[in-house]
């Protein structure tokens, strides 16, 4: 069992910067890869970025360049970092952990932004 609870979103203007931490506890060790994923209202999930236990990221190509996922295996922390936030970055910001079996997810944390 993993738990995964996010923090640091919020209202910011356009050009502005957030970074949103996701910390894990319980089975950390079966965590093969985290990342983060953002729903807009009336839209689908989509992932925004992952990065697996060996430090490889991936990236939505709508956010290259402007997102960052890192990890601090010490503190079992996930981040985001997310500069240049346009308006239609606006959505809830989940994180997520796959094991082998299983995909776990927090309760989201809102980012919202202003034009």
């Known amino acids: 069992q993993v738990t995964l609870v996010e923090s640091g979103g919020g209202l910011v203007q356009a050009g502005g910067s957030l970074r949103l931490s996701c910390v894990a506890s319980g089975s950390i060790s079966t965590i093969n890869v985290m990342g983060w994923y953002r729903q807009a209202p009336g839209k689908q999930r989509e992932l925004v970025a992952a990065i697996t236990s060996g430090g490889t990221t991936n990236y939505a190509d709508s956010v290259k360049g402007r997102f960052t996922i890192s990890r601090d295996n010490t503190k079992n922390t996930v981040y985001l970092q997310i500069n240049s936030l346009k308006p239609e970055d606006t959505a809830v910001y989940y994180c997520?952990?796959?094991?082998?079996?299983?995909?776990?997810w927090g309760q989201g944390t809102q980012v919202t932004v202003s034009s």
């Open positions: 997520n952990a796959k094991t082998r079996l299983w995909d776990y």
